[in-house]
């Protein structure tokens, strides 16, 4: 039976129960639960704290699980990044008092408090600057105001926390984060159980990023129609009962359809009288 970590709480949690759910497994129903089974596809769920997943997985006791690549780097752990999974996206960078530093090289000797010191003390080692790293549980922003450290390290979205408490991210983002699979280094690839758990995975993904179109055209102008519409592998082309046309059916970026149907139209294609945009699993 396949082995499984899953964030118990914070925002990796739910959408990696949704995740879970689309993709077919059974999932708990009450947050107080720690462990549950699902006989039909034989897989066992562990819920854990989000920091800790990557350890558990380390160790063997557990043979997957799903956790912040964020929190996968900080902890150190023997294990790696098989699958990105799209969500709880996030950007790390550094932020100081305005004209406090231009870049990490200006890191040199001070001090930089952060909830992450594994992340940030492996990105000041490999651009070879010396600067000491304070550990602090959150509200890092309050760090440079009280004297603890000049600069910090956290995660940065909107920018308006930063800018309330007066500070201005500086230099390259630090890393880029998002919800991943992962495994234990060096374990076995192609354990069937695993790749089946990747392949719903990735099913599930195709099916939020992609929606099939359908459309008909002219003969003359498919190789144009089927240039904005290539699909995943290769569009599905079907004569019609009359001579001169066919319809064509292609997975389209959902981001882009509306655009895609536009240019179809241009060409001649019958986009917006038959175009039926339908949502697909796989």
Request: with cysteine; aromatic share 6%; hydrophobic share 45%.
């Given at each position: 039976?396949?082995?499984?970590?899953?964030?118990?709480?914070?925002?990796?949690?739910?959408?990696?129960?949704?995740?879970?759910?689309?993709a077919?497994?059974?999932?708990?129903?009450e947050?107080?639960?720690?462990?549950?089974?699902?006989?039909?596809?034989?897989?066992?769920?562990?819920?854990?704290?989000?920091?800790?997943?990557?350890?558990?997985?380390?160790?063997?006791?557990?043979?997957?699980?799903?956790?912040?690549?964020?929190?996968?780097?900080?902890?150190?752990?023997?294990?790696?990044?098989?699958?990105p999974?799209?969500?709880?996206?996030?950007?790390?960078?550094?932020?100081?008092?305005?004209?406090?530093?231009?870049?990490?090289?200006?890191?040199?000797?001070?001090?930089?408090?952060?909830?992450?010191?594994?992340?940030?003390?492996?990105?000041?080692?490999?651009?070879?600057?010396?600067?000491?790293?304070?550990?602090?549980?959150?509200?890092?922003?309050?760090?440079?105001?009280?004297?603890?450290?000049?600069?910090?390290?956290d995660?940065?979205?909107?920018?308006?926390?930063?800018?309330?408490?007066?500070?201005?991210v500086?230099?390259?983002?630090?890393?880029?984060?998002?919800?991943?699979?992962?495994?234990?280094?060096?374990?076995?690839?192609?354990?069937?159980?695993?790749?089946?758990?990747?392949?719903?995975?990735?099913?599930?993904?195709?099916?939020?990023?992609?929606?099939?179109?359908?459309?008909?055209?002219?003969?003359?102008?498919?190789?144009?129609?089927?240039?904005?519409?290539?699909?995943?592998?290769?569009?599905?082309?079907?004569?019609?009962?009359?001579?001169?046309?066919?319809?064509?059916r292609?997975?389209?970026?959902?981001?882009?359809?509306?655009?895609?149907?536009?240019?179809?139209?241009?060409?001649?294609?019958?986009?917006?009288?038959?175009?039926?945009?339908?949502?697909?699993r796989?």
């Open positions: 039976m396949l082995r499984i970590a899953v964030p118990n709480k914070g925002s990796l949690s739910g959408p990696a129960g949704e995740m879970l759910h689309e077919g497994y059974r999932q708990r129903r947050s107080k639960e720690l462990r549950i089974v699902d006989p039909v596809n034989e897989v066992e769920f562990f819920y854990l704290r989000p920091r800790d997943i990557a350890i558990y997985v380390s160790s063997g006791k557990l043979d997957i699980g799903i956790t912040g690549r964020d929190l996968l780097i900080d902890s150190g752990a023997e294990a790696e990044e098989i699958l999974l799209g969500f709880a996206r996030s950007t790390f960078r550094f932020a100081a008092k305005p004209g406090t530093a231009n870049g990490v090289e200006d890191l040199k000797g001070r001090t930089v408090a952060t909830s992450y010191e594994g992340i940030v003390a492996g990105h000041l080692a490999d651009h070879g600057i010396e600067a000491s790293v304070v550990h602090l549980d959150g509200a890092v922003e309050t760090a440079i105001e009280l004297g603890v450290a000049e600069v910090i390290a995660v940065v979205e909107t920018g308006t926390s930063l800018r309330n408490a007066g500070l201005e500086f230099g390259e983002p630090i890393m880029k984060s998002e919800a991943v699979v992962i495994r234990r280094t060096g374990a076995d690839a192609d354990e069937p159980k695993v790749q089946q758990f990747l392949r719903r995975l990735q099913g599930v993904l195709v099916a939020r990023t992609y929606v099939m179109m359908d459309y008909d055209c002219r003969v003359e102008q498919l190789e144009k129609a089927v240039a904005l519409t290539p699909g995943l592998e290769s569009p599905t082309v079907s004569p019609l009962h009359n001579e001169g046309w066919v319809a064509v292609a997975m389209v970026p959902a981001k882009e359809a509306q655009r895609i149907m536009d240019d179809l139209y241009d060409i001649g294609a019958r986009a917006i009288l038959t175009t039926a945009i339908h949502a697909c796989l």
